[in-house]
């Protein structure tokens, strides 16, 4: 019973580099999420994806792509990374027939750029 | 824009004392759902309770309880018998199921409750 997996768990960037953040779900839920949380502030939606091959722009997605080859895998890459980036990062996933049981989240991902 | 609200950044309990933290939301939709996460220090998002807005009964999971007022657009959470094991961050959490569109999570910046032994 994985749930939702991401890693790595901590990663140290460097200004300019790239990486890309992976998160996998073995529950066959349609519907995925990254959400990035800062300190003392709540969770913002980056992008999501309804299926396989369909993403869409959350609130924050500047500075951030991702692509959903298979209903499994959600990987979110920074190209160029920032300051701005450091973070706590989120993948989550839902059925979304039954979205009233909410999201199950992975463990986060805690990124510093420095 | 819908928007939610937690006005209380940090809150203290004692051990089995009842505590009560605040939420609330702004939307034009009828149809929505409401939930509450606790986030630990381990950082883990878990799902303490959801409350669907047209169900007027309030929900309950045990120990935690909510006063959902749908005209007031209001949303607490109240935990009685609280436990150490309570000590963590506490999100309140809103979703809409729009017409053709993808229904996403929208956060408050949560509360930080402390239970004292």
């Known amino acids: 019973n994985a749930g939702v997996t991401q890693t790595p768990k901590f990663r140290i960037l460097k200004i300019g580099q790239s990486m890309t953040l992976q998160c996998t779900q073995d529950?066959?839920?349609?519907?995925m999420y990254w959400y990035r949380q800062d300190p003392g502030m709540g969770l913002k939606l980056i992008y999501y994806?309804?299926?396989?091959?369909?993403?869409d722009k959350g609130e924050v997605p500047n500075g951030y792509n991702v692509s959903r080859s298979t209903t499994e895998d959600f990987p979110l890459r920074l190209e160029l990374a920032a300051p701005s980036q450091t973070s706590v990062y989120f993948c989550?996933?839902?059925?979304?027939?039954?979205?009233?049981?909410?999201?199950?989240f992975g463990s986060g991902t805690r990124l510093t750029v420095v | 824009a819908q928007t939610v609200t937690q006005s209380q950044p940090e809150m203290s309990v004692q051990e089995a004392e009842t505590v009560t933290l605040s939420c609330t939301y702004d939307t034009s939709e009828s149809n929505y759902y409401l939930f509450w996460y606790k986030q630990p220090p381990s950082r883990q998002m878990i799902l303490v309770i959801r409350?669907?807005?047209?169900?007027?009964q309030n929900a309950t999971e045990n120990r935690f309880s909510v006063n959902f007022q749908k005209a007031a657009k209001s949303f607490s959470l109240k935990i009685s018998d609280s436990q150490l094991g309570d000590t963590a961050m506490y999100f309140c959490a809103f979703m809409t199921l729009p017409q053709g569109g993808s229904e996403k999570l929208v956060f408050g910046k949560g509360t930080k409750l402390t239970v004292n032994p």
């Open positions: 409350q669907e807005a047209y169900k007027q």
């Open positions: 529950m066959n839920h349609n519907y």
């Open positions: 989550a996933s839902s059925y979304s027939a039954t979205a009233n049981y909410g999201y199950t």
């Open positions: 994806s309804v299926g396989a091959g369909i993403t």
